[in-house]
Protein backbone atom coordinates (compact mmCIF):
# COMPACT_ATOMS: atom_id res chain seq x y z
CA UNK A 1 0.00 0.00 0.00
CA UNK A 2 2.70 2.66 0.95
CA UNK A 3 4.55 1.45 -2.20
CA UNK A 4 1.70 2.47 -4.26
CA UNK A 5 0.97 5.17 -2.22
CA UNK A 6 4.03 6.69 -3.16
CA UNK A 7 4.13 5.57 -6.17
CA UNK A 8 0.80 7.59 -7.24
CA UNK A 9 1.74 10.82 -4.98
CA UNK A 10 5.54 11.70 -5.76
CA UNK A 11 4.71 12.50 -9.59
CA UNK A 12 2.47 15.08 -8.49
CA UNK A 13 4.68 17.16 -6.56
CA UNK A 14 8.26 16.30 -8.43
CA UNK A 15 9.40 14.97 -11.89
CA UNK A 16 11.23 11.23 -10.76
CA UNK A 17 13.39 9.85 -12.79
CA UNK A 18 15.49 7.08 -11.63
CA UNK A 19 19.16 5.38 -13.62
CA UNK A 20 21.20 2.33 -11.93
CA UNK A 21 24.20 0.95 -12.58
CA UNK A 22 24.61 -1.37 -15.41
CA UNK A 23 23.09 -4.68 -13.76
CA UNK A 24 22.39 -3.25 -10.39
CA UNK A 25 18.82 -4.42 -10.28
CA UNK A 26 18.64 -5.22 -6.68
CA UNK A 27 17.74 -9.08 -6.09
CA UNK A 28 15.00 -10.14 -3.43
CA UNK A 29 17.36 -10.28 0.07
CA UNK A 30 19.01 -7.19 -0.19
CA UNK A 31 19.90 -4.40 2.44
CA UNK A 32 19.25 -1.00 0.25
CA UNK A 33 21.11 1.80 2.34
CA UNK A 34 20.28 5.25 1.10
CA UNK A 35 21.22 8.89 1.66
CA UNK A 36 18.87 10.85 3.92
CA UNK A 37 18.13 14.63 3.73
CA UNK A 38 14.68 15.64 4.24
CA UNK A 39 11.01 14.08 5.56
CA UNK A 40 9.98 13.50 1.51
CA UNK A 41 12.83 11.14 0.31
CA UNK A 42 11.48 8.06 1.72
CA UNK A 43 8.48 8.57 -0.63
CA UNK A 44 10.80 9.37 -3.02
CA UNK A 45 12.86 6.39 -2.65
CA UNK A 46 10.06 4.17 -2.18
CA UNK A 47 8.56 5.57 -5.42
CA UNK A 48 11.45 5.03 -7.42
CA UNK A 49 12.43 1.49 -5.71
CA UNK A 50 8.64 0.39 -7.72
CA UNK A 51 9.38 0.97 -10.55
CA UNK A 52 11.78 -1.94 -10.47
CA UNK A 53 9.19 -3.99 -8.92
CA UNK A 54 11.29 -3.34 -5.34
CA UNK A 55 8.85 -3.04 -2.15
CA UNK A 56 10.69 -3.22 0.70
CA UNK A 57 10.67 -3.50 4.26
CA UNK A 58 11.65 -0.01 5.91
CA UNK A 59 13.45 0.61 8.90
CA UNK A 60 11.90 4.39 10.47
CA UNK A 61 12.19 5.94 13.47
CA UNK A 62 9.96 4.69 15.98
CA UNK A 63 8.18 7.58 16.21
CA UNK A 64 6.31 7.30 13.04
CA UNK A 65 4.33 4.68 14.62
CA UNK A 66 2.81 6.99 16.62
CA UNK A 67 1.42 8.59 13.73
CA UNK A 68 -2.49 7.89 12.99
CA UNK A 69 -3.28 6.12 9.58
CA UNK A 70 0.42 6.04 8.97
CA UNK A 71 1.67 3.97 12.34
CA UNK A 72 -1.49 1.40 11.59
CA UNK A 73 -0.07 1.48 7.44
CA UNK A 74 3.25 0.79 8.81
CA UNK A 75 2.17 -1.83 11.24
CA UNK A 76 0.18 -3.60 8.93
CA UNK A 77 2.62 -3.75 5.82
CA UNK A 78 5.30 -5.17 8.61
CA UNK A 79 7.72 -2.07 8.54
CA UNK A 80 10.45 -2.00 10.72
CA UNK A 81 10.38 0.52 14.41
CA UNK A 82 14.04 1.64 15.18
CA UNK A 83 13.85 2.67 18.99
CA UNK A 84 16.94 4.73 19.07
CA UNK A 85 18.70 4.98 22.64
CA UNK A 86 16.37 2.33 24.03
CA UNK A 87 17.05 -1.50 24.93
CA UNK A 88 14.79 -2.11 22.18
CA UNK A 89 17.12 -0.71 19.49
CA UNK A 90 18.80 -4.34 19.13
CA UNK A 91 15.10 -5.67 18.29
CA UNK A 92 15.10 -3.67 14.52
CA UNK A 93 17.89 -5.49 13.56
CA UNK A 94 16.60 -8.83 14.71
CA UNK A 95 13.59 -8.23 12.86
CA UNK A 96 15.61 -6.35 10.03
CA UNK A 97 17.40 -10.24 9.63
CA UNK A 98 13.96 -11.89 9.64
CA UNK A 99 12.66 -10.17 6.72
CA UNK A 100 16.07 -10.61 4.48
CA UNK A 101 15.90 -14.39 5.38
CA UNK A 102 12.24 -14.42 4.52
CA UNK A 103 13.52 -12.80 1.06
CA UNK A 104 12.29 -9.69 1.41
CA UNK A 105 14.72 -6.48 0.61
CA UNK A 106 15.23 -3.64 3.58
CA UNK A 107 15.54 -0.41 3.39
CA UNK A 108 17.80 1.41 5.69
CA UNK A 109 19.35 4.86 6.38
CA UNK A 110 23.16 4.58 7.26
CA UNK A 111 22.80 8.11 8.77
CA UNK A 112 20.37 7.55 10.65
CA UNK A 113 18.86 11.10 11.17
CA UNK A 114 18.41 13.91 8.98
CA UNK A 115 21.23 16.71 8.89
CA UNK A 116 20.85 19.76 10.52
CA UNK A 117 21.18 21.81 7.47
CA UNK A 118 17.94 24.50 7.04
CA UNK A 119 18.79 25.13 3.10
CA UNK A 120 17.58 23.28 0.34
CA UNK A 121 20.64 22.73 -1.30
CA UNK A 122 22.69 19.23 -1.71
CA UNK A 123 25.30 18.01 0.60
CA UNK A 124 26.98 14.44 0.63
CA UNK A 125 26.16 11.77 3.42
CA UNK A 126 27.44 12.05 6.36
CA UNK A 127 29.02 9.43 8.64
CA UNK A 128 27.22 6.77 8.96
CA UNK A 129 26.21 4.09 12.28
CA UNK A 130 27.22 0.88 12.89
CA UNK A 131 24.21 -0.34 12.39
CA UNK A 132 24.21 -1.51 8.63
CA UNK A 133 27.47 -3.08 8.87
CA UNK A 134 26.58 -5.15 11.63
CA UNK A 135 23.27 -6.15 9.75
CA UNK A 136 25.18 -6.87 7.03
CA UNK A 137 27.75 -9.41 9.00
CA UNK A 138 25.19 -11.39 10.72
CA UNK A 139 22.88 -11.85 7.17
CA UNK A 140 25.10 -11.91 4.89
CA UNK A 141 23.29 -9.83 2.70
CA UNK A 142 24.33 -7.86 -0.60
CA UNK A 143 24.38 -4.14 0.30
CA UNK A 144 22.93 -1.87 -2.61
CA UNK A 145 23.69 1.62 -2.11
CA UNK A 146 20.93 4.17 -3.23
CA UNK A 147 21.81 7.82 -3.68
CA UNK A 148 18.49 10.13 -3.87
CA UNK A 149 18.92 14.35 -4.38
CA UNK A 150 16.21 16.99 -5.15
CA UNK A 151 14.11 15.69 -2.03
CA UNK A 152 14.84 18.80 -0.10
CA UNK A 153 13.24 20.89 -2.92
CA UNK A 154 10.24 19.77 -1.81
CA UNK A 155 10.41 19.48 1.70
CA UNK A 156 13.61 21.00 3.95
CA UNK A 157 14.07 23.85 6.87
CA UNK A 158 12.12 24.33 9.49
CA UNK A 159 8.24 23.96 10.03
CA UNK A 160 6.49 26.93 7.33
CA UNK A 161 9.25 26.38 5.24
CA UNK A 162 8.63 22.38 4.79
CA UNK A 163 4.96 23.34 4.62
CA UNK A 164 5.49 26.15 2.09
CA UNK A 165 7.62 24.05 0.33
CA UNK A 166 5.08 20.90 0.02
CA UNK A 167 2.30 23.06 -0.59
CA UNK A 168 3.67 24.96 -3.74
CA UNK A 169 5.51 21.85 -5.32
CA UNK A 170 3.44 20.62 -7.99
CA UNK A 171 3.51 24.40 -9.07
CA UNK A 172 7.08 24.17 -8.99
CA UNK A 173 7.53 21.32 -10.41
CA UNK A 174 11.34 20.16 -8.46
CA UNK A 175 13.25 17.89 -10.10
CA UNK A 176 14.18 14.24 -8.43
CA UNK A 177 16.06 11.42 -8.99
CA UNK A 178 17.41 8.28 -7.33
CA UNK A 179 20.41 6.58 -8.46
CA UNK A 180 20.68 2.43 -7.72
CA UNK A 181 24.00 1.45 -7.68
CA UNK A 182 25.77 -1.69 -8.10
CA UNK A 183 25.48 -4.43 -4.90
CA UNK A 184 28.55 -4.92 -2.77
CA UNK A 185 29.50 -7.19 -0.31
CA UNK A 186 31.01 -5.32 3.05
CA UNK A 187 34.01 -6.66 4.97
CA UNK A 188 33.69 -7.94 8.07
CA UNK A 189 35.54 -5.77 10.10
CA UNK A 190 32.59 -2.84 11.24
CA UNK A 191 34.54 -0.04 10.66
CA UNK A 192 35.84 -0.68 7.00
CA UNK A 193 32.38 -1.90 6.28
CA UNK A 194 30.51 0.98 7.65
CA UNK A 195 32.67 3.37 5.32
CA UNK A 196 32.96 1.65 2.23
CA UNK A 197 28.91 1.61 2.23
CA UNK A 198 29.05 5.16 2.90
CA UNK A 199 31.20 5.64 0.45
CA UNK A 200 29.50 3.97 -1.96
CA UNK A 201 26.16 5.82 -1.20
CA UNK A 202 28.06 9.17 -1.58
CA UNK A 203 28.50 7.80 -5.39
CA UNK A 204 25.51 6.91 -6.15
CA UNK A 205 24.25 10.51 -4.18
CA UNK A 206 26.91 12.56 -6.57
CA UNK A 207 25.23 10.41 -9.72
CA UNK A 208 21.87 11.57 -8.65
CA UNK A 209 22.35 15.36 -8.06
CA UNK A 210 24.92 15.83 -11.30
CA UNK A 211 21.99 14.35 -13.22
CA UNK A 212 19.39 17.01 -11.94
CA UNK A 213 22.65 19.88 -12.59
CA UNK A 214 22.58 20.13 -8.73
CA UNK A 215 25.80 21.73 -7.87
CA UNK A 216 28.64 19.27 -6.27
CA UNK A 217 31.72 21.27 -5.05
CA UNK A 218 34.67 20.71 -6.20
CA UNK A 219 35.16 19.03 -2.20
CA UNK A 220 33.13 16.13 -3.16
CA UNK A 221 34.39 15.46 -6.31
CA UNK A 222 37.29 12.67 -6.22
CA UNK A 223 40.68 13.47 -5.61
CA UNK A 224 43.21 14.50 -2.90
CA UNK A 225 42.41 15.66 0.06
CA UNK A 226 42.62 19.07 1.15
CA UNK A 227 41.88 21.68 4.45
CA UNK A 228 37.92 21.01 4.78
CA UNK A 229 36.04 24.64 4.12
CA UNK A 230 34.18 26.02 7.16
CA UNK A 231 30.44 24.44 7.50
CA UNK A 232 31.56 21.96 5.19
CA UNK A 233 31.90 17.87 5.68
CA UNK A 234 34.51 15.69 4.23
CA UNK A 235 33.11 13.61 0.67
CA UNK A 236 34.28 10.99 -0.60
Not at 137 to 160: E, K, M, N, W, Y
Request: hydrophobic share 45%.
Amino acid sequence: MLSRFAAAVVPAFGTLTVSADPGARPAGGSILVANHTSLADPAVVVAALRRYGIEPVILATGGLWRVPLLGAALRREGHIAVHRGTRRAADSLDAAAAALAAGRSVLLYGEGGLPGRRDAGEAAPGPFRSGLARLAAVTGAPVVPVGQAGARRLCSGGRAKQLAGALTAPLRRPGLHVHIGSPLHLPDRVPEATEQAREAVTAAWRTAALTLGEPVSAWCAPGPRGPRPPGRRRCR
